[in-house]
């Protein structure tokens, strides 16, 4: 589902943030990604839904050769990418519900269905009597549910999640990655990035390290 | 389901940018007030010129062509030409033929006293002539393309229209016109670049939105539909507002212009016809989604 060859990325006259990685995820896998702070896990998952290209090396996603995708075809392969941002990326001036919805919106569902579907999402992460409220009078842990709602509602072939469980406690943690665990169950190919570590004692997955944007340990 | 989809998606799309303009009303007014000062600027100056031309004409007075045949040719020959004439004048413009006899007299009406010299005279020396009045309305340009098909006129020996004064009018108006139009063209320029600059700074302002719909799998022209149709509709609205500014100032200001030029008197005050007005909320429209569909264009591809 997901390939990398050889991929570097560096940014101007930096060091490579990602160097030289090669990396196979099959359709259906559930992988941690982890490594420490600045190791390139956030870029590794930009590169994989286009938001970068790569300095050199090949991606396919899907079967699709990011490096020769056009432009307009990108919004396509994203269609089948739910990302959950380390950074939430939340419109304040729409409500939850709208956050929700509004990832259907964008690729041409009609906003009943979207809005009916986005409460359903809401539901399945515990928000539904959140669902009017906008997103900044919500706590940290649950603006992340949001976000995991948002990813997921449209059902993805590939979900991308950056530390998901970066802001909740452990029962929270647990419910969460339930939700992706199912996700998985259904078909969907998942990374999570993370440097929690206990995660993966906690729920034993493939995990491939990274650090200074090379891979460490698979396994 | 794919067809209901797409039927419904242009009211989908006109819903947000209204709820968009509702939700930033000073951008949008500053791009609508930008729009209709320039389409006011404009239709005041086209409205000032086509004025200009009325009165030049009114001032001009009513045309006046003179038909001469030669000294030779019999009254009767005039007669016959200003049938002809009257016929090529169309029915409003009024033909009356001057006889040898008829021309003499007028000369010796204009020379008074000194006229008794012309009695020794054994031979009148005068063309017969036919003289066509036409009517107010004609402009320039008919009056000259009149009196071309009279001189083609085998029997005419030579037509008598002003043609100096009424060519200068006529490359005058047409100088103003060009000027008008390069003037038009800069103050066009100016406005699509203020009006896109204005709609770049609601961009920037969504941009978050932007960016959460290109990352959710939005096309560049779902995120740019919206702002196409807002700029349409600042646009539309500086058109109206501009059209009210004509109104009101044709309303408050031309009568007392027309007052002070009495010689303009009778004279029509200019005013924009059905299309004309067409012309100008549509142009407003125009500009605003040029406007916006540059300012979109530069933001995404960035
Ligand atoms: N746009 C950019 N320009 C320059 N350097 C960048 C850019 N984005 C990331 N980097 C650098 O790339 C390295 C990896 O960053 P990245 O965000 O991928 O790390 P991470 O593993 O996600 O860290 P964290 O666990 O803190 O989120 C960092 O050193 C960072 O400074
Ligand atoms: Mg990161």
Known sequence: ?219 | MATNRQLLRPLYFLQRAIANLVHAPLMSLVATATIALSLFVGAIFALSISGGEALLNAWGGAAHLTLYLSPAAPDEAARILAQRAAFLAGPQATVQTVTHDAALARLKHDLGDLGRALDGLEENPLSPLVEVRLPRSANAAEVRALADQFARIPEVIDVDYGRAWLDRLTSLLLALRWTAILLGVVVLAATIFLVSNTIQLTVFARREEIEIMKLCGGTDWFVRTPFLIEGALQGLAGGLIALGGVALARHLLLPKMADALAFAAGMDLPRLLPSQMLAVAGGGAALGLLGSALAVGRFLRA
């Not at chain 1, 396919?60 to 994203?78: D, K, T």
């Not at chain 1, 380390?86 to 009609?110: H, M, P, T, Y």
């Not at chain 1, 009943?112 to 940290?140: I, T, Y």
């Not at chain 1, 440097?195 to 990274?210: E, I, K, S, Y």
């Open chain 1, 1 to 219: 589902m997901i390939k990398l060859f050889h991929v570097t990325k560096s940014y101007l006259g930096d060091r490579p943030c990602i160097a030289d990685l090669s990396l196979t995820v099959d359709k259906s896998e559930f992988v941690f990604l982890t490594g420490p702070s600045g190791a390139g896990k956030t870029t590794l998952l930009r590169l994989i839904f286009a938001a970068e290209r790569p300095t050199s090396g090949q991606i396919i996603v899907g079967g699709r050769n990011i490096a020769r995708l056009s432009a307009s075809a990108i919004p396509y392969l994203r269609r089948n990418i739910g990302v959950v941002f380390q950074d939430f990326k939340l419109l304040n001036n729409r409500s939850v519900l709208d956050n929700v919805a509004f990832a259907l919106e964008v690729i041409g569902e009609r906003v009943g269905p979207a809005r009916r579907r986005a409460r359903e999402m809401l539901g399945r992460v515990g928000l539904e009597h959140k669902a009017e409220s906008p997103p900044q009078r919500l706590s940290g842990g649950e603006q992340q549910r949001v976000a995991i709602a948002r990813a997921l509602v449209n059902s993805p072939a590939i979900v991308l999640a950056d530390e998901p469980t970066g802001n909740l406690d452990a029962s929270l943690t647990a419910d969460i990655l339930q939700l992706l665990f199912d996700s998985n169950a259904r078909g969907a190919t998942i990374v999570v990035a993370t440097h929690d570590r206990g995660l993966l004692t906690r729920f034993p997955r493939r995990a491939v390290q990274l650090a200074h944007g090379k891979m460490t340990s698979d396994g």
